[in-house]
C-alpha cells in the first residue's frame, strides 16, 4: 500500500496510526486536521471575569466568534497534554501582551516522581509523635513532622515512598496524595496516634471528631488578650492548654491589674510567674492535653497565699470549648458550680476569636529534567531564570513558592487551581499542571522555541500541539 | 507518546484510558482496592501488547498470535469464518474479558464489570445478577444472572466508533464472553442490511480511516428514509444470522434495533422499564 504524502503518524499512543486529512486514528481522539494532529478533550482556561459555571469553546472552529474567550484569559496547564520526553516542544507555547510588555507562556503538563504534600493540620491536640510514620491503606506514605502554630503538620509523598518501596507502598502513596490534590478525603493512620481525615479546605476529622477551632493563642496568651475583662467578676482564671497553661493572679498581664494572690498550686514545670509547661501529656482532652477533668493539674491550695472559703475559679480551655467555673469550700476543695451568667460573654469571646480548624494542603514537585527542555533548548536556563524570578511560574494558573537553591522545587496551595487539576501514571507518578511566563526576549536569550511561539489569538484559533478544544472556567473559588 | 491515564470517577468506578481504550470498571465485594489495583497493574503495558501484533491482528487470514489478548480475539471469530472478519472484531470485549480476569483472580468480588466502550465484561457470584439499561426506543434493560451462562455484553452498530457494513442502529448481544459477544454483535450488525437499496450509502472502509482492518470493504455512511417493510426486511436478514449463531451456542441472545423496530431473541432477559412504557 502507498502512503499518500499527506497522511500522518500520530505519535499519541502505541497504536502510531497512519490518518488521512479529515480523518480520526483508531481512538477518535485524535485527527489529521489540514496536516497536522490535533486533539479533543478540553484544556482548561481560567477568567476571573466568567461567572457561574464553565463553558467549552471549541479551538479550530471555522466559524470563530471574536468574544470566544475573555479578554483575561489565561490559558493553564490543564489537559494541555504533555510532549514527555520532551524531544519537541511543550504542547502550548503563547506570545501575549501583558500591561505592555510582550509575554511568553510555556504551557505543559508535568509527571513528577520526585513530589509529595505538606498537609497542615489546624489542631493543637496530639496526633502522634513527630517523626512518627503516617499510613494510608495500611502503607507507609510519609511521617508527622515538627509541629507549626496551632497545628500539626504532616510531610507525605516523596519519592521514597512513590518509588522506592514496595509496589503496594508506591500505589497507596500516589493514591493518598491524589486524592488529597485533587482535594478529596483521606483517611490517615499514625503509628502511636491517631487517626485522622484530611481533606484541603475542610476541617480535619481527628479519631472520629471533626475539629472545630484553632486556639486563641497559648494559655498565656489568652491570659494576656482576656485578663481585663475577667477582673472584677471572678478571683482566678486558669487557662488549660498543652503548650503554656496560663494562670491570671500570677501572670504579668494579671499583675498590673492588681490581681490578688489566690494560693492556687499547678501541678507541671512553671516556666515564668503564671505560665507552666507540661501540665499532663498531650492528648484529646482539654486545650490539647489529655485532661478531661481540669481539677487534676491543680495541687492543694494554700490559705497563706491567699487561698479562701468562696474564691471563685474559672478554667477554660484555649478554644473556649471546654470551660468549668469553681468555688471553695470550707476545706479549700473547689466545688463545680452553674458558671455565672456574668462570664459566659468572654468565654464566648474566646471561642469567637478562634479560626476555623482546617486542612490545608501544599504540593511540593520538583520540574527539573527533561520538562525544561520542552520549554528552552538550554534547560539550565530556565531553572536559572525562574530562580531569578525573571520567568514566573503558575500551576493551574495559582501561585507558586519557588524553593531558593538548586532545581524549580516549588509549591502551591491545591485549593487555589481548578477541580481534578491533577492526575497520575501508573509509574507511580503524580501529573501537575505547569506554565512558565517570562518576556518574549528573555525567552528567546535563553533558548527558547522560537519557531513553536503562537500568539494568544492563534492559538485560540488552532489549538496547541494536541488539543481542539477548551474549558473555560471562573479563575478561583467556587469551581465545583 | 502518552502513558495510561488511570483516574477514580464518582460511585467508587475506575476509569483506565490509553489511546483508543476508554475502560469503565466498577467491583463490589472484599478486595475491591486490591482488584482495582490488579486491574491497573495489568492495563500497563496492554495496548504496547496489541500494538506489537497490530498487523497479524487486522490480517482476515488466520496467522500465529503470541499475546493471550490477541489469541483470545482470534477465538472468538475464529467460528464466523469463511465470512469476512478479522480478530479486531473481538478487541474490545477481549480487553475487557482480560482486565476482569486481572480483577477476579484471588480476590473476593461478589460483583463486578468491566465497560470498554460499550463492550462489557461481567463476573458474577451465586443469586447475583447485574442490571444494565439500553438507550433505545422503550428503555428497555438488560439482566444478567448467575444462573445463566452470559457473562459478556456487546453492542455493534452504525452509530459506533467502528465501523459497520450493515444499517442497524445497533445490535446487543450477551453471549459467554465479551469477546464473543463483541464478534457477534458485529457480524450480526453486518447483517441487518437491504443489499444494493439506493436509500444507503456506503464507501470503503479505507477511505475513512486509511489503517482500517476492513482494508476497501464497502461501510455505511449514510441512510436514508425506508418504509416499514423495509426495515422489517433489513431486521429479519439480521435476526436469521443471530438464530443460526444462537443455534451453535455462540450467543445466548440478542436485541436488534433499526429506526422504529425492535427484535429480541434467545434468553436476552429484556424487561421494560415500566415508569417509561
Redesign the interface.
Known amino acids: 500500500m502507498t502512503q499518500s504524502p499527506e497522511k500522518i503518524r500520530c505519535d499519541a499512543c502505541p497504536v502510531m496510526c497512519y490518518i488521512a486529512p479529515g480523518q480520526t486514528g483508531a481512538c477518535d481522539r485524535y485527527a489529521n486536521e489540514a496536516g497536522r494532529i490535533i486533539r479533543t478533550d478540553p484544556v482548561v482556561l481560567l477568567s476571573k471575569t466568567l461567572q457561574g459555571g464553565g463553558r467549552v469553546v471549541p479551538f479550530a472552529n471555522r466559524n470563530w466568534e471574536g468574544d470566544a474567550f475573555p479578554a483575561d484569559t489565561l490559558i493553564t496547564g490543564i489537559g494541555s497534554g504533555t510532549t514527555y520526553p520532551d524531544y519537541k516542544p511543550a504542547p502550548f507555547i503563547i506570545a501575549s501582551v501583558v500591561d505592555g510588555a510582550d509575554m511568553v507562556t510555556v504551557v505543559t503538563e508535568a509527571i513528577f516522581s520526585y513530589c509529595g504534600v505538606k498537609v497542615k493540620i489546624d489542631t493543637d491536640r496530639f496526633l502522634g509523635p513527630e517523626g512518627a510514620t503516617v499510613r494510608a491503606e495500611g502503607e507507609a506514605i510519609g511521617h508527622v513532622t515538627t509541629a507549626e502554630y496551632g497545628s500539626q503538620m504532616l510531610s507525605l509523598g516523596g519519592v521514597h515512598h512513590l518509588t522506592g518501596g514496595e509496589k503496594a507502598e508506591g500505589r497507596a502513596t500516589c493514591a493518598a496524595l491524589l486524592a488529597l490534590c485533587n482535594r478529596e478525603a483521606v483517611e490517615l493512620t499514625i503509628d502511636q496516634g491517631s487517626t485522622i481525615v484530611a481533606q484541603a479546605g475542610r476541617a480535619p476529622i481527628v479519631d472520629g471528631r471533626p475539629e472545630n477551632r484553632m486556639r486563641v493563642g497559648c494559655g498565656s496568651a489568652t491570659i494576656g488578650m482576656f485578663a481585663d475583662q475577667w477582673h472584677g467578676l471572678v478571683d482566678e482564671v486558669v487557662v488549660v492548654d498543652d503548650h503554656i497553661t496560663g494562670v491570671v493572679s500570677e501572670h504579668q498581664a494579671g499583675k498590673v491589674l492588681g490581681w490578688e494572690d489566690t494560693g492556687i498550686k499547678i501541678l507541671g514545670r512553671r516556666s515564668t510567674p503564671g505560665r507552666y509547661f507540661r501540665v499532663s501529656e498531650p492528648g484529646l482532652g482539654w486545650g490539647g492535653t489529655s485532661i478531661s477533668d481540669p481539677l487534676q493539674i491543680l495541687g492543694p491550695w494554700n490559705p497563706k497565699k491567699g487561698a479562701r472559703a468562696g474564691l471563685r475559679l474559672l478554667m477554660v480551655s484555649t478554644t473556649g470549648e471546654e470551660f468549668a467555673y469553681f468555688e471553695l469550700g470550707a476545706a479549700l476543695v473547689p466545688q463545680p458550680k452553674p458558671i455565672p451568667e456574668a462570664l459566659l460573654p468572654s468565654v464566648k469571646l474566646i471561642d469567637e476569636n478562634c479560626e476555623p480548624s482546617l486542612c490545608t494542603v501544599l504540593f511540593m514537585g520538583g520540574a527539573g529534567g527533561s520538562l525544561r527542555s520542552g520549554v528552552t533548548q538550554n534547560p539550565v536556563r530556565l531553572t536559572r531564570s525562574v530562580q531569578a524570578r525573571e520567568t514566573r511560574l503558575t500551576s493551574g494558573g495559582a501561585e507558586c513558592y519557588v524553593w531558593p537553591g538548586g532545581g524549580i522545587t516549588f509549591m502551591v496551595d491545591v485549593t487555589k487551581l481548578p477541580d481534578g487539576a491533577f492526575g497520575y501514571v501508573p509509574t507511580p507518578a503524580l501529573v501537575a499542571p505547569l506554565e512558565f511566563t517570562l518576556p518574549r526576549a528573555a525567552y528567546l536569550a535563553l533558548g527558547g522555541h522560537a519557531g513553536a511561539i503562537k500568539t494568544l489569538a492563534e492559538m485560540m484559533r488552532e489549538g496547541g500541539e494536541y488539543p481542539t478544544g477548551a474549558r473555560l472556567q471562573p479563575q478561583a473559588g467556587a469551581l465545583k | 507518546?502518552?502513558?495510561?491515564?488511570?483516574?477514580?470517577l464518582s460511585g467508587n468506578r475506575l476509569h483506565l484510558h490509553?489511546?483508543?481504550i476508554d475502560l469503565i470498571i466498577w467491583a463490589e465485594g472484599t478486595e475491591v482496592?486490591r482488584a482495582y489495583?490488579q486491574a491497573?497493574?495489568r492495563?500497563?503495558g496492554l495496548?504496547?501488547e496489541l500494538?506489537s501484533e497490530?498487523d497479524a491482528l487486522r490480517n482476515p487470514v488466520p496467522q500465529p498470535l503470541q499475546g493471550p489478548i490477541a489469541q483470545r480475539m482470534a477465538a472468538a471469530v475464529a467460528p464466523f469464518r469463511p465470512a469476512f472478519v478479522t480478530p479486531m472484531a473481538a478487541v474490545a470485549g477481549a480487553v475487557a474479558d482480560t482486565i476482569l480476569a486481572a480483577m477476579c483472580h484471588g480476590t473476593g468480588l461478589a460483583r463486578a464489570y468491566v465497560n470498554n466502550g460499550g463492550d462489557i465484561a461481567v463476573h458474577l457470584t451465586p443469586d447475583q445478577s447485574l442490571t444494565t439499561a439500553i438507550a433505545a426506543p422503550g428503555q428497555a434493560r438488560l439482566v444478567l444472572r448467575h444462573n445463566l451462562p452470559a457473562r459478556g455484553i456487546a453492542t455493534s452498530g452504525r452509530g459506533g466508533?467502528s465501523f459497520s457494513r450493515g444499517i442497524a442502529d445497533a445490535v446487543t448481544v450477551v453471549a459467554r464472553t465479551a469477546a464473543m459477544a463483541d464478534a457477534a454483535a458485529t457480524m450480526i450488525a453486518n447483517a441487518v442490511d437491504l443489499p444494493g437499496h439506493p436509500a444507503i450509502t456506503r464507501q470503503p472502509a479505507r477511505a475513512?480511516?486509511?489503517?482500517s482492518d476492513l482494508g476497501d470493504i464497502l461501510v455505511t455512511t449514510a441512510l436514508g428514509p425506508l418504509t416499514q417493510g423495509e426495515i422489517a426486511q433489513a431486521l429479519s436478514n439480521g435476526e436469521a444470522a443471530a438464530r443460526a449463531f444462537a443455534a451453535t451456542g455462540l450467543i445466548a441472545g440478542a436485541a436488534l434495533f433499526l429506526h422504529s423496530q425492535c427484535r429480541t431473541l434467545g434468553d436476552l432477559s429484556l424487561e421494560k422499564e415500566h415508569a417509561l412504557v
Do not use: K
Open positions: 507518546m502518552n502513558a495510561p491515564q488511570v483516574a477514580m490509553h489511546g483508543p482496592a489495583a491497573v497493574a492495563f500497563e495496548l504496547a500494538c497490530l466508533r475513512l480511516q486509511a489503517d
